[in-house]
């Protein structure tokens, strides 16, 4: 709801800067363009304001403080549990163990689920369809008024017609309920003459007409129809009504320029008078969409200014006109991208801290790691078990999670992506890498499994975009489904066609292989690194990138205990946690690494780049109560700031990022901040309370067994 209102929003305001630059190119240039130059330009304002495409366009924003990135060579005052077993901290103000489960949320009430968006959907439909129902029962009850009282026209206004018509679907007849002639009609256009009007002459008639028929040949009424429906749309916006009267009014003063244009100078000030004895002596019902000679006597003096005035475009006038659409049509591409300024506000919403972190998936990839490293799927019951132990994995030794792959693609195109799970290679069941055995998407931004297949049960996403599956319990027993992927749809998925065998016997067959065989080869990504891999169990070396420098040295795993305590016999790698840190999708290692009793020493964040693996040297006071969303605990050893970050890789080395801090002296804060924005202690410590909530990352003991089994 959110998005559509910013959406409407973004049309409306785009739609109307752009025709406040179109009114001030027209002072600027004067009257040297043709007026139908002017009228066809409004087109680009309406279709800016009905089509929410074109590139965004970013408004200047408020200077603010940007996160703070502080090097992560930093000390830090207390100290996490080591080995699940908490130590000591004098003065410290670390946060309390996490729960085993998180809470159950509050229970909302039915008034509260009703958010101010929807309220605001609704009164904006309610008023966009009030607003075009008028103008179609309007023009519906006066076109039947003024058909039913049609009579033929007299015998010379016939003949001047047919001699302007020159062929079309439309006709001429007069109405006594007219008073200015005028056109009306989408699919049968009539021209309608007023039957007691005043008796004009044959060159007044033959104006007259020219002027209607120009209306019809330009399809001035879809062109009002198309104003009725920007209108509709943003009726709550003035400017977008008051334009729709000054496009009116440029519509006859360009029809009027094309008239003009094939009369003697002499002749134009008889089409003047014309226009004076044609004037409406009543206005058009409200609502009614028709094109009309002459319908305010408002209107008179700018056309009547414009037949004096007139005079023939010349070639310089041509050439303005055709480099200022040329802009104009470039700035109608634009439209203003409130949503990515809604996406980053000048003051935090909610005291949720800003973290680097923007896969929503990223805590179940987590688990699928873990998952597909012990292999105990009594444990992680959500998980499809095809995946975490299938079948052909019985008697097989080796780790899952180099041949278990997964990739995100926005399946029905609404923007959000979703999660795809396989398997690599093509040695099961002669599966290839199309074959899609488990599917996640988002409902309320958390991760929801959609579809799930088992070994007789299986999916391939089709290169034409929808989903394939082959059902089979036997050689008697299988049937062939084609899908359309729809979260919408209850079990999210829309059958689009279906065969089955025995009932269509071979034909079944032929069309459920060609189905299968049209999976597109998906481009998975491995849950584990097996160059990662290399360098853990010491086989390969990686570039190690401390902090400062500017060019990163080849370390081997051996030596990583020696750049944190050089002078120390005992330190040693004692655990690690494979997690996604930065939501990039791809998995990190961070290595804790410690000296005597658990002491000191510091962590390091093993990271792939290509078939490249580095090394981020970080603090032992960093990395703290790590949980699965890359977020943890850091402070200062003065005992002056300490709060919640994550860790961002820049080409020269990572960087930690601040969202939740507390800021004082001695550990006494009386600062805080919420991505860098001034918050109370009280949403300081909601934010706290938040990240209790959040699941713990898994530290495994830094042996060759867990390095097997984890990778």
């Not at 002596?281 to 037949?307: D, F, S, W, Y």
């Not at 809604?342 to 790691?369: D, F, G, K």
């Not at 059902?471 to 059958?495: M, Q």
């Not at 860098?676 to 706290?688: F, I, L, M, N």
Request: proline residues 7%.
């Amino acid at each position: 709801m959110k998005a559509l209102l910013l959406t409407l929003l973004a049309l409306s305001l785009s739609g109307t800067l752009l025709g406040m630059i179109l009114l001030a190119a027209r002072r600027l240039t004067g009257g040297r363009l043709p007026r139908a130059f002017w009228y066809y330009a409004w087109l680009l304002v309406l279709l800016r304001l009905v089509v929410p495409l074109g590139y965004g366009i970013h408004l200047p924003e408020r200077p603010q403080p940007s996160a703070e990135a502080v090097p992560l060579q930093t000390a830090l005052p207390i100290a996490p549990s080591q080995g699940g077993q908490e130590v000591p901290v004098a003065g410290g103000t670390a946060p309390e163990p996490l729960p085993a489960e998180p809470d159950e949320p509050a229970p909302q009430s039915p008034a509260s689920s009703i958010s101010i968006p929807s309220l605001l959907v609704f009164l904006w439909l309610a008023g966009a369809a009030g607003s075009l129902l008028w103008h179609v029962v309007a023009y519906a009850a006066f076109s039947r008024r003024v058909r039913a009282s049609l009579v033929p026209p007299g015998p010379e206004e016939l003949a001047v017609f047919e001699a302007l018509r020159k062929g079309g679907r439309v006709r001429l007849a007069a109405s006594s309920l007219v008073d200015t002639p005028m056109l009306m009609g989408l699919l049968r256009p009539v021209v309608v003459l007023p039957q007691n009007g005043p008796l004009l002459s044959r060159q007044a008639l033959s104006a007259v007409l020219c002027h209607e028929l120009t209306h019809h040949r330009r399809g001035d009424v879809f062109y009002k129809w198309l104003v009725v429906l920007a209108t509709a749309l943003h009726w709550f916006n003035p400017l977008v009504h008051w334009l729709g009267k000054r496009i009116a009014l440029d519509c006859e003063l360009s029809c009027d320029e094309a008239v003009l244009a094939a009369l003697a100078p002499e002749e134009r000030v008889g089409y003047g008078d014309m226009l004076l004895a044609l004037a409406a002596r009543r206005r058009l019902p409200a609502g009614v969409t028709a094109t009309t000679l002459c319908e305010e006597k408002r209107q008179l003096k700018a056309r009547l200014q414009g037949i004096l005035g007139y005079r023939k475009p010349t070639r310089a006038a041509r050439c303005l006109a055709l480099a200022l659409g040329l802009l104009l049509a470039c700035c109608a591409c634009g439209v203003l991208d409130l949503a990515g300024e809604a996406a980053s506000p000048s003051t935090p919403t909610t005291p949720e801290p800003e973290t680097a972190v923007s896969n929503p998936y990223a805590a179940l990839l987590s688990r699928y790691q873990e998952a597909l490293a012990l292999r105990q799927p009594e444990d992680y019951p959500d998980l499809p078990i095809s995946l975490t132990n299938p079948y052909w994995a019985w008697t097989d030794v080796d780790s899952l999670l180099p041949r278990t792959g997964y990739v995100q693609m926005d399946l029905n195109g609404d923007g959000s992506p979703e999660l795809l799970l396989g398997w690599l290679g093509n040695e099961f069941w002669n599966l290839n890498e199309g074959y899609v055995f488990a599917i996640y998407t988002l409902v309320d931004g958390q991760p929801i499994l959609a579809v799930e297949g088992w070994e007789r049960n299986t999916y391939v996403l089709g290169t034409d975009g929808y989903l394939y599956n082959c059902g089979s319990s036997g050689a008697d027993r299988t049937e062939w489904n084609k899908y359309r992927f729809d979260p919408a749809t209850e079990g999210y998925l829309e059958t689009v066609e279906h065969v089955s065998v025995p009932e269509n016997g071979e034909a079944a067959i032929e069309v459920g292989d060609t189905w299968m065989a049209s999976g597109a080869s998906l481009p998975y990504i491995p849950f584990a690194s097996s160059e990662i891999r290399d360098v853990l169990s010491g086989s390969t070396s990686f570039l190690y990138w401390a902090e400062g420098t500017e060019i990163p040295e080849s370390k081997a795993i051996s030596q990583v205990p020696a750049l944190f305590s050089p002078d120390s016999d005992y330190a040693a790698i004692y655990q690690f946690a494979v997690l996604d840190l930065d939501g990039d999708g791809t998995s990190e290692v961070v290595l804790q690494i410690s000296d005597v009793a658990s002491d000191m020493g510091g962590y390091l964040v093993l990271r792939q780049v290509g078939g490249t693996v580095y090394g981020y040297p970080s603090h032992w006071r960093t990395f703290w109560y790590l949980k699965t969303d890359g977020t943890f605990f850091y402070s200062y050893s003065a005992g002056n700031e300490e709060g919640l970050a994550v860790v961002r890789f820049t080409e020269t080395g990572m960087e930690l990022v601040k969202g939740v801090c507390g800021q004082g002296s001695q550990f006494e804060f009386d600062t805080f901040l919420i991505n860098g924005q001034p918050v109370s202690k009280a949403e300081y410590e909601t934010a706290w309370e938040a990240q209790t909530q959040k699941p713990d990352a898994e530290w495994y003991e830094f042996t060759e067994e867990n390095i097997r089994m984890m990778f």
